[in-house]
RNA sequence: GCCUCCGUAGCUCAGGGGUAGAGCGCUCCCUUGGUAAGGGCGAGGUCAUGAGUUCAAAUCUCAUCGGAGGCUCCA
């Protein structure tokens, strides 16, 4: 074995060769367990970006590890194929999406191969395919015969540059998450799947190990708060206007209510006299989008409708008023004010001049709380005041029942039939159509209105190729004739479904992607689910991740699971709780960005307006480049506000207003720049093309290697946290990778080896085995391969003192490269075959971790001094308390200390897990 | 405003009641027939700040400051 390391040669030649031997084919296999790995299939984008790499390497080092362990691994890969990119990029560049869509995954299977994953490519699943989305229909299907689909009027997000309705998880902010362009609300029939009946079991992660901020994110999601539901109604007419409230043990200090401006009853209650004002205060908060009505700090607004309610709890009349700090989409749309005890009430009466009574009289306070003395609304606990029965009720800093004034009210309002308890969800039902071409059909059709679902033998109902896609905004389905038309009555529905279906069961398909019968084969299900572990972005937190585990739950409530079940129970199985969630453990990378740069310099050449120069161009040069007669502005920008830049001259500050057709020069970015792009020499940022600071993770495999850049990614981030781009880094893992593979290269050392050295790298071997478990366990990859560098340097040692004999060399190394495999698999392959150990390194066992050998023999016992370390003694591990005091006191440092003097306090700590034994000595 | 996580070497990160650690980077030296490289020696840290608990705190508690993410007129 002569040559030098070629990544490339070693890489191309084993994935061929695990293609060709079907290593990575997974089958079910009763006699051993499995482990279904599953890491969050790719949008195809087109290209495989580095983000892709740090998600799905790790997840395959690990996959590696388990199977290594004896597990029979799933580790399947697949394509989120249907969306929206597909038909923009079909209206703007006249490509079909099925064409453009193909095409990427074409390239993307290519990439996803280069990095030499374990991805088991039989079971792929694509989901724009009629094979996939038959069963998304069908699944529609059976979950509007039971009761979970249905569709329905409501108010909707509607977004005018996508032109189609979105899901709430899909609006940020009053924007579109994908877009960045607001939103409207919009009354619109469509179609919906009852995700609020589940509202209550989403909130249970009992058997889940996910990580606490996603927890936390889906149930304030869900967003459940516990209280009651109160009608009151109108003076005249008695319209019964109904409300929801987390605290009706302050019913009788509602002294006015407020309905949203969208209200339906709005327009039927208010008088005459305020029939102008309330309409020009509907148009105004109308024509705001939602982003405006967020906003904090607003002042109050709001007008009187003329009408008065009847309080039902002391018969008192109230009047109504419309507000927009009141949401139509949240509870039921209408509020009873309690300025007293609620913030935003108190704040708009005080605004209006309207009546604020207290009711709950602060535990603390000796004297009655007097509204006129309030600056802010009271929300502590306290006794029930002017509330007629209920004084003197205990209200406490609980919530719901478990708040004794609560429930005393609650039940008193149900005794007399004055209002329920009643829980109320922040979540909305899933709205699952889009008003989109690319997308799985909804199998429904309607005959004059009557809602029919397409028979099973006709699904799937195919998506037709053969669509003009005209820049109209809307959907090429709704004038495709042959599409739409059944025959004279009959017409076919064109909004198609949610890509989140879509991915809310792909876990599924990976199962028998190509089973025709069935959505997923039975006796797959019963070995393979759930999925054990899932990698992937926070990004879904809400989304996909809630929409995956509701669908589970609805498909083990209609019997899906029940063929897998009984399978279960014929093969030992329990089946109890197996299907209750989709994916067991969670965990979620960070993410990869931008790399950290120093602000760049500019030269600005323009006009100075005011102490500000307009700047006509602007050139990034290097901090010394400045050309011999340059008469501009030269510096380092510090900040940059759409098109103001801050210059650093020297410590002088200066701003410079770019101007609209500046010329904008960056060497480092080629083509045309723009000001944006001056942005991300500034902070490091995610990693987009519109920044120009993207790294393709080709490159960088032809440059270093595949193994390099997967053990880069692993080593140089936390994982779980992520971090700034660093390509100087990536030497560290080469360097280790260069490293064993020249200590294998030189083989066998011709020398006998000492004893003690030997013991002392099978000891330091077993440690590294035992920290590369824990780091592999904890998805701590960084660490993993950090420990198995610092042996790398230890063995180089050892075999330079020439300390190991060719034995120790053999065993070293036959678990040196196993431990490499899932981190760096083509190179760990390559050396396993040339130093004559039997194909494959991946389907050998994992080194077993041995406590004796790991263990010191000799370890330092440490002195210390009132707390501080003063010197060591050599002893033996297991040394006894008795002994180890004895050899203290009797050390230099501790005679220097004590002068003759006995110590006031002795204290022995042993040693523990690698830790040395100490004694403190008290003086 | 609320919730969660996080502040350790120049950088990226381990560790975590009992001597402060790794990789990269850096200094200096050696090698120059492994060579757009290799080897060796070394420097670098009041573990964000302040208080408390303890024989002993980077580690536990509390407060403050700073950073990241999420939620937010939620009735």
């Not at 509007?144 to 569709?151: H, L, M, P």
């Not at 994908?178 to 589940?198: D, N, S």
């Not at 037709?464 to 059944?486: A, C, I, N, Q, W």
Request: with cysteine; proline share 5%; hydrophobic share 40%.
């Amino acid at each position: 074995m002569s040559e030098n390391y070629q990544p490339h040669q070693v890489e191309v030649k084993w994935q061929q060769k695990w293609d060709e031997t079907q290593i990575y084919r997974s089958q079910v296999d009763w006699d051993r367990p499995k482990h279904y790995a599953l890491t969050m299939l790719p949008y195809p984008s087109g290209d495989l970006h580095i983000g892709h790499w740090f998600a799905m390497t790790p997840s395959d080092a690990r996959a590696r590890w388990m199977r290594m362990r004896g597990y029979n691994v799933l580790f399947p890969m697949g394509f989120d194929a249907f969306g929206l990119p597909a038909e923009q990029a079909a209206i703007s560049r006249n490509i079909h999406p099925w064409k453009w869509t193909y095409s990427n995954i074409e390239r993307m299977r290519e990439q996803l191969r280069s990095m030499g994953s374990m991805f088991d490519w039989e079971r792929e699943a694509i989901s724009c395919t009629p094979e996939y989305y038959k069963w998304s229909e069908w699944f529609f299907k059976k979950f509007y015969e039971n009761g979970v689909a249905y569709r329905g009027s409501a108010l909707v997000n509607w977004s005018e540059s996508l032109q189609t309705v979105l899901a709430n998880e899909q609006v940020i902010d009053g924007r579109d998450e994908r877009t960045g362009q607001p939103v409207v609300h919009k009354m619109m029939e469509q179609w919906f799947f009852a995700i609020t009946k589940y509202a209550d079991e989403l909130l249970d992660f009992d058997i889940l190990d996910w990580p606490e901020p996603i927890k936390i994110m889906q149930t304030n999601w869900i967003g459940r708060s516990e209280g009651a539901r109160v009608t009151f109604r109108t003076e005249l007419g008695g319209h019964p206007i109904e409300i929801f409230t987390t605290r009706p043990d302050t019913l009788w200090g509602s002294t006015f209510m407020v309905l949203a401006p969208e209200h339906d009853l709005v327009g039927v209650i208010t008088t005459e006299e305020a029939r102008a004002a309330v309409e020009a205060y509907v148009q105004q908060t109308a024509g705001e989008t939602e982003i405006e009505r967020m906003l904090e700090d607003r002042e109050k607004t709001g007008v009187f409708t003329g009408a008065y309610a009847i309080n039902p709890v002391n018969d008192e009349r109230i009047p109504i008023w419309i507000a927009d700090y009141v949401m139509i989409t949240y509870g039921t749309g209408a509020i009873m004010a309690v300025p007293a005890h609620d913030q935003r009430d108190f704040e708009f009466a005080r605004a209006q001049d309207l009546q604020i009574r207290v009711v709950i009289q602060p535990a603390e306070m000796e004297e009655l709380l007097q509204p006129e003395d309030m600056a802010e609304a009271y929300d502590g606990p306290g006794t029930m005041v002017n509330s007629d029965a209920m004084d003197g009720s205990v209200s406490t800093k609980d919530k719901g029942r478990a708040n004794p004034a609560i429930g005393r009210v609650i039940d008193w309002l149900e005794a007399t039939d004055k209002g329920e308890e009643s829980v109320n969800y922040r979540l909305h039902d899933w709205l699952i159509s889009r008003q989109r071409y690319w997308g799985s059909p909804i199998p429904a059709t309607y005959d004059n209105g009557a809602i029919a679902m397409v028979a099973d033998e006709d699904l799937p109902v195919v998506l037709p190729e053969d669509v003009d896609f005209m820049p109209t905004g809307r959907s090429p389905l709704t004038y495709h004739e042959p599409f739409f038309k059944v025959n004279d009555s009959v017409r076919r529905e064109t909004d198609t479904l949610d890509t989140f279906m879509c991915s809310s069961w792909y876990q599924l398909r990976y199962l028998s992607p190509d089973n025709v019968e069935v959505p997923f084969d039975a006796e797959e299900a019963a070995y393979w689910l759930p999925v054990d572990v899932y990698t992937g972005g926070a990004e879904h937190a809400v989304m996909h991740l809630l929409y995956t585990r509701f669908f589970t739950k609805v498909l083990r409530d209609i019997g899906v699971f029940e063929a897998a079940s009984a399978v279960m129970r014929q093969k030992g199985r329990d089946p109890e709780r197996a299907f209750d969630e989709p994916m067991i453990v969670l965990r979620n990378q960070g993410q990869v960005l931008g790399a950290e740069r120093q602000g760049d310099y500019v030269l600005c050449s323009g006009r100075l307006v005011g102490g500000k120069m307009l700047a006509h161009r602007v050139e990034v040069v290097g901090w010394n480049e400045v050309p011999a007669g340059f008469d501009g502005y030269f510096g380092e920008i510090v900040h940059r506000t759409e098109n103001v830049i801050r210059l650093d001259m020297a410590g002088v500050t200066q701003l410079v207003e770019i101007l609209p057709d500046a010329e904008i020069i960056i060497p480092a970015i080629a083509g045309e720049n723009n000001v944006n792009q001056l942005r991300h020499h500034l902070e490091i940022q995610r990693m987009s093309k519109s920044k120009g600071n993207v790294v393709s993770p080709d490159e960088l495999v032809e440059k270093y290697g595949a193994d390099a850049v997967r053990c880069y990614l692993m080593f140089n981030f936390d994982w779980q946290k992520g971090g700034p781009w660093n390509e100087n880094n990536i030497k560290g893992p080469q360097g280790w990778l260069h490293d064993v593979w020249e200590i294998a290269r030189d083989g066998a050392p011709k020398v006998e080896g000492d004893p003690d050295g030997e013991r002392d790298i099978e000891r330091k071997l077993h440690q590294t085995i035992a920290v590369v478990n824990r780091g592999l366990e904890e998805f701590s990859f960084n660490t993993a391969i950090a420990e198995q560098m610092k042996f790398k340097n230890a063995l180089k040692a050892a075999l330079r003192e020439r300390q190991i004999g060719p034995e120790t060399w053999n065993g070293v190394m036959n678990q040196l490269i196993r431990l490499m495999a899932p981190f760096a698999p083509h190179i760990a392959e390559e050396l396993w075959e040339r130093l004559g150990f039997e194909y494959s390194v991946h389907l050998a066992s994992w080194p077993a971790y041995d406590a004796d050998k790991a263990r010191e023999e000799q370890v330092e016992l440490v002195v210390l001094i009132n707390g501080k370390p003063r010197g060591t003694i050599e002893v033996a591990v297991d040394i006894e308390r008795e002994r180890a005091l004895e050899l203290a006191l009797a050390s230099e440092a501790a005679q220097r200390s004590l002068a003759g003097k006995a110590p006031r306090r002795t204290i022995f700590i042993p040693g523990r897990n690698g830790s040395d034994p100490k004694v403190n000595i008290v003086v």
